[in-house]
């Protein structure tokens, strides 16, 4: 079965670059879900999107914006990176409930790592 | 608002012994509860999931785990834990907002298993 794919897999940037990752849902999903999870920590949500519309917000430094294209696929744009931006940074998608919104289960893509130096 | 917490950091079992990874949950509706299993450098895998059609939810690999409303626990255990059980797991409550659903995570416990 067709997975979330994220890329690149690995990016190492320098500070104050500019970084942009890139998130494929499931086919047939509508829900794309934004996560950061730094060393040792838990995930945190960052921003989601449906139907290509931004959904919710939640811990996401004004440096960074994402969208949604028309095929559904998600961006993360990060600007002035910084040490801390450092982590693994996780995609998800659900799909499309009977009632309308989105279902609430989320499928992880394995992730992009980001390295500042 | 919802949240989880995980009430150990690290597990460590013999192989061949039960599991039980505990996890506590706070919400103010009946909530949608999930488990996770992350391997070293891996991505998230689902385990299972609550969403109240039972209160006994068996996931993969073996695992399961039982919702109790009045405990308000979601307790993920495991009859016989495998070495390739190793690695991290993450009790997870989903908060729906203008009809998607974001996750909110417990801190996660380490499940180390001996030979």
């Known amino acids: 079965a067709a997975g979330v794919i994220q890329s690149p897999r690995h990016l190492i940037k320098e500070k104050r670059e500019t970084a942009t990752l890139k998130c494929y849902p499931i086919?047939?999903?509508?829900?794309v879900y934004w996560y950061q999870q730094g060393p040792g920590q838990d995930p945190q949500f960052l921003i989601s999107f449906y139907e290509k519309m931004q959904s919710d917000k939640g811990s996401i430094p004004d440096r960074f914006s994402a969208q949604q294209f028309s095929d559904y696929h998600s961006e993360l744009n990060m600007s002035s990176l910084e040490l801390g931006d450092s982590a693994l940074y996780f995609c998800a998608s659900s799909a499309t409930s009977a009632a309308g919104g989105s279902t609430d289960t989320q499928y992880f893509g394995p992730g992009t790592r980001l390295t500042v130096l | 608002a919802q949240s989880v917490t995980q009430l150990d950091s690290h597990v460590s079992v013999s192989e061949g012994t039960p599991v039980l990874l505990r996890c506590n949950y706070s919400s103010s509706y009946s909530p949608s509860l999930f488990w996770y299993v992350q391997h070293p450098n891996k991505g998230l895998q689902l385990l299972l999931k609550y969403t109240s059609a039972a209160t006994l939810v068996k996931g993969i690999n073996g695992f399961e785990a039982e919702f109790k409303k009045s405990e308000t626990s979601f307790h993920l255990t495991k009859p016989s834990a495998h070495m390739s059980d190793a690695a991290e797991y993450f009790c997870v409550v989903s908060d729906l907002t203008s009809g998607t659903y974001k996750y909110i995570f417990g801190t996660g416990t380490r499940l180390k298993v001996l030979a």
């Open positions: 086919p047939r999903h509508d829900t």
